[in-house]
């Protein structure tokens, strides 16, 4: 599926562009999987799109957590999403609790959320059955998340499947407010990546790559380094035969040829043909190759990014100073519809 053209009017001066959000928790470490399946589709978005990236703190609280972990994740995923071409000069690139609004907005939605609509939400019945103690934050969870779409109005937003049931309970929340309060807000469209992205362990071709992974060289980190991207290539578990081609009998083969097709754009029809006769070992060393030629850029930008702090905080602010912009827009007209005496300034 292809994210819907931006509008431009007859007399070929843009329009206003259309507004797209996404968010992402501050945890830890972006892998392959992160890389190709998302964030460098949002980085394509940049040019057609007004896109806000947020860094969803607020949320990241909803399950246990260390608080020097979050201060630290946070700007070590700001880094590494401007390391991957979220660029702060183009894109509103900012963190959820520096915005004024978000929660302002959830408080106001789950007003009229029922309760039901919460207890069908899958992931939160996932969550909680891990935990001895579930806190309320992380059943309305998905409230929050509609509040940071519906504060910047926006139209597109891409997500992974995993997202979806939250994507139709912010329309949900988006068509009652709009009938309980007129008019408001534009409902939100789910744009879900290529399914051709989907990026698998290289030590379980059969799930998906995941920092939780129980074999740790499953995961590529766009952080790793250049030897340690090969051994993880070169220790990727294999199908049985030798031809390098794609099939549901060969799922590790399948998922380096997409690994391989992501980093070059190549086809994978034409990646089996510029493999054919190639033995697996040296089908896995291109793979690596290709890999690193795409990472290493990253990663050196995100090591001259990380450590400086007064940098990171310059974008934190800029980005927050947008967004804020663009949410007391919302804000002033949902306080008004919805009874606030306006806040004395
Ligand atoms: N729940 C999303 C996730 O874990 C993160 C998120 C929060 C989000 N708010 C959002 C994603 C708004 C898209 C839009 O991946």
Redesign the pocket.
């Known amino acids: 599926m292809t994210a819907p053209e931006p509008a431009s009017t007859a007399a070929g001066k843009p329009a206003a562009k259309p507004v797209v ?5 501050p945890t830890g470490k972006l892998h392959l999987g992160n890389y190709l399946g998302a964030v460098i589709n949002w980085g394509r978005m940049q040019d057609d799109y007004e896109c806000h990236f ?1 860094i ?1 703190d607020w ?1 990241a609280i909803t399950m246990p957590y260390k608080p020097a972990d979050l201060r630290a994740n946070t700007y070590n995923c700001l880094a590494q999403y401007m390391a991957c071409g979220l660029d702060p000069a183009k894109s509103h690139l900012f963190v ?1 609790s520096h915005v004024i609004g978000h929660t302002e907005l959830s408080w106001i939605l789950g007003c009229i959320c029922p309760m039901g609509w919460l207890e069908r939400m899958t992931q939160f019945k996932d969550k909680s059955k891990k935990l001895e103690s579930v806190g309320s934050g992380l059943f309305t ?1 998905p409230v ?2 509609a509040a ?2 519906l504060l910047y109005n ?1 139209s597109v ?4 499947e ?2 979806k049931q ?2 139709e309970l912010a329309r949900d929340l988006a068509e009652k407010f709009n009938r309980t309060y007129s008019d408001t807000f534009v409902l939100p469209q789910p744009f879900i990546g290529k399914s051709g992205a989907r990026i698998m362990s290289l030590q379980d071709p059969t799930s998906k790559m995941s920092k939780s992974d129980p074999n740790p060289a499953g995961v590529v980190y766009i952080t790793d380094t250049p030897d340690i991207i090969r051994k993880k290539f070169r220790s990727a578990v294999t199908d049985s035969g030798s031809e390098v081609r794609a099939g549901d009998d060969k799922p590790g083969i399948t998922n380096l040829l997409s690994i391989l097709s992501g980093v070059t754009g190549r086809p994978v029809a034409a990646l089996e043909a510029d493999f054919d006769g190639a033995n697996y070992g040296k089908f896995k060393d291109a793979v690596a190759d290709a890999v690193i030629a795409t990472l290493d850029p990253v990663r050196l930008r995100y090591e001259s990014l990380v450590n400086d702090k007064a940098a990171l905080e310059a974008v934190m602010k800029a980005g927050a100073e947008g967004a804020q912009r663009n949410a007391n827009r919302t804000m002033s007209k949902v306080y008004r519809k919805t009874g606030f005496v306006e806040r004395p300034r």
């Open positions: 959000l996404t968010c992402a928790q947020g969803v949320h959820q969870y929050l998340m940071d779409i926006a937003v891409p997500v992974g995993d997202q939250h994507l």
